[in-house]
Every structure is written in C-alpha cells, then in structure tokens.
C-alpha cells in the first residue's frame, strides 16, 4: 500500500484516478491548485506524486522545480494534456519520473505507478532509469530504445508493450495480463492486437527476443 498524492483541477480525472488506485490497495488525496499540491507533496505524508501541468495558481512545471529545489525526491509522474516534445522534455528535466499525455488508459498509468513505487523502495542508489535485458535497453526518462548500438523507435504502445516484458524477463506473460497492463481493463479480450504488437517489437528487437508459449502467452528471452 502507498500514500499517492494526486495533484489535478478536472474533478472527473482526479476522482477516476483516485478511485482505480484505491482499488488497487493505495490511499490516494487530490487537490486541485498548485500551491495546495506543493505544499501537500512538501509534507513528506507522500510515496508518489500524480501531477498535472495545467494548474490554476501555480502550473505543474513550478510545482515540480520548488519541490526539487526544496530537496524532495519523491517519484513524480506528470499527467498532463500537454503532450509536444517540449513540455515533455522540460517536465523530465525539470525532475519528473515519468511523463504520460491525456487521454491515457488507467491500466498503463498504474503500471508505471508500480514501477517508480518499486524503484522508490529500493533507495536512491537503486533506482534506475533505464532497464536493460540481453542487447536490448529501454531509457525510461526519454522513451528510447536501443538493440545493442542501434536505436530503435517505438510507439507509445509497443514502449509501454517492451517494458512490461523487460520487468519480467524470463516469466510467461499471458495475453490476458498483456491486455490489461498495456491496454486496459475494457479492450475487447479476444482482439489479435497483443500478438499483432509482439510481432512488431520481434522485427525490431529481433525474432528470438520474445518467445511464444503455446497455450500460455509471451516470453521475453533477451
């Protein structure tokens, strides 16, 4: 269970947000300004930050670079719908964790909630900000791949599709668990669309990266 503050002025995103962490075993507070969110993410009371850009009072960015400044290195996951390259390189330079544009799917969203909480126990000095299985290495502050000394590009799809893998190489991934972490509770469960991303991430990872398991799912082999 983690104490996750939820920074966000849309009152439907911050209860949708709050409720699906409840529901996984979190205690989750929203406010809805900047000052309130700074002061509340000050208050050490917090395992992660959820936080929006678009703030009245005092935007994300500030809210973000005060708390960095103050000495605080809780995990910060930006939620925002500003989504150019611009805004999500200032967010990650200014401390973010992680940054992931509106619209978003709630399961994605709490599977890199997951993430930074496991990072953030395993103490500054673990933390790691890239995962890397065989030759392949995901960066998760700039979303880059690379198989060896090749970069690869991937979509936000097959980025969060690859990350799931590489946080359990070697363990058999059904498609239903694929669905749910990569695309969310309500995807139709008999859609083709897990085998049709593995077989993109396999041309551009490699073919024997990520192995079929008959009857049971993907292995990544890395």
């Known amino acids: 269970m983690a104490r996750i503050l939820i920074v966000e002025d849309e009152d439907r995103i911050a209860s949708f947000v709050a409720k699906g962490l409840r529901a996984d075993g979190h205690v989750a507070t ?31 960015f500030e809210v973000l670079d005060q708390l960095r400044s103050s000495g605080s290195r809780v ?6 719908a500003r989504d150019s390259v611009t805004d999500t390189v200032a967010a990650l330079e200014t401390g973010a964790d992680d ?23 395993e103490g500054p000095a ?20 690379t198989v060896g000394e090749r970069q690869v590009d991937l979509s936000a799809r097959e980025f969060t ?8 190489p070697g363990q058999v991934l059904s498609r239903e668990q ?12 008999g859609s083709n669309v897990v085998d049709v991303y593995v077989g993109y991430l ?19 082999d890395a």
């Open 30 to 60: 929203t406010v809805g300004d900047g000052h309130s969110g700074l002061d509340e993410a000050l208050s050490g009371g917090y395992d992660l930050v959820v936080l929006d850009i678009g703030l009245p009072g005092m935007d994300g």
């Open 75 to 80: 995990p910060v996951v930006v939620l925002t």
């Open 99 to 121: 940054y992931m544009p509106k619209p978003f799917r709630f399961a994605e969203l709490l599977a890199r909630i997951r993430l930074r909480l496991r990072q953030g126990q």
């Open 126 to 145: 673990g933390r790691e900000d890239a995962i890397s299985v065989g030759e392949v290495t995901l960066d998760l502050r700039t979303r880059r791949a």
């Open 161 to 168: 599709l690859a990350e799931i893998f590489m946080l359990n």
């Open 178 to 189: 694929l669905l749910d972490h990569v695309w969310g509770f309500d995807f139709d469960p």
């Open 202 to 220: 396999r041309k551009k990872f490699g073919a024997s990266t990520i192995a079929t398991v008959r009857g049971m799912g993907y292995r990544f």
